[in-house]
């Protein structure tokens, strides 16, 4: 059972804490919290693991974000006996192939950077640089899609892009379809890059996924501020 009580198990990096911690106090969180306990009373699966849940806090430090990708829910499938899931979007972890979306964007970086990018879908190397790969929904229900959606997960990762669009400047959010351009309705365009496009899904990434350079849009703006562009390559 996660226990969302970052205060007491150290689940969430300090820098986060300090920005978004009094969301574990308010009522939506308690109730969040009491639907993640029955799920696993009831002998629900949950994805990622425990100890994953926050991983994107915590391999990107509320001071060191650059970067922000946001997805939607986490993968909800397991191979080779483990989760596809691991805290960060779009991310499986190292020897799980990779899924469909995830090669699209990997396609993309390559065509925009001339990068021959490996089968390694484990993005943690580009959480460490500063790209915070956030979920909307940070759990989900094995083998059920959306099966966490609208349980209060929306409104914690809401207060962590509020925090960042308010408390930074020259940011880059990367928001790949409806959801995402939905969710990140509130960033300052004035203050911040704001890149949008089609999901990458195979669904539609040929409507506009591919082609769009937004890689390398990214290391422009971030050269242009004066930081470190990203290093692309896994």
Do not use: C
């Not at 929904?137 to 997960?153: D, F, I, Y």
């Amino acid at each position: 059972m996660p226990d969302l009580s970052p205060q007491k198990n150290g689940q969430l990096h300090p820098s986060w804490q300090a920005v978004i911690g009094d969301e574990f106090k308010k009522p939506y969180m308690q109730n969040l919290k009491g639907f993640l306990k029955q799920e696993k009373a009831d002998g629900k699966v949950i994805y990622p693991p425990s100890p994953l849940i926050f991983n994107a806090f915590n391999h990107t430090p509320f001071d060191q974000v650059r970067v922000v990708i946001i997805g939607q829910d986490p993968y909800h499938g397991q191979e080779k006996g483990q989760p596809q899931a691991h805290g960060l979007s779009f991310s499986v972890p190292q020897g799980v192939d990779l899924p469909p979306s995830l090669q699209n964007i990997f396609k993309e970086i390559s065509a925009d950077l001339n990068i021959q990018m490996s089968r390694n879908g484990d993005l943690t190397p580009w959480a460490d640089q500063g790209i915070l790969l956030l979920n909307a929904t940070l759990t989900v229900e094995q083998a059920k899609a959306g099966s966490h959606q609208n349980k209060g997960w929306e409104q914690f990762t809401d207060a962590a892009i509020s925090a960042l669009n308010k408390h930074h400047d020259g940011l880059v959010f990367v928001l790949w379809g409806s959801y995402a351009q939905k969710k990140g309705s509130m960033i300052d365009i004035q203050r911040h890059l704001v890149l949008k496009s089609v999901h990458p899904s195979p669904l539609s990434a040929h409507r506009g996924f591919f082609g769009n350079h937004q890689f390398s849009s990214i290391n422009h703006y971030l050269s242009q501020h004066g930081k470190t562009p990203i290093n692309w390559a896994l």
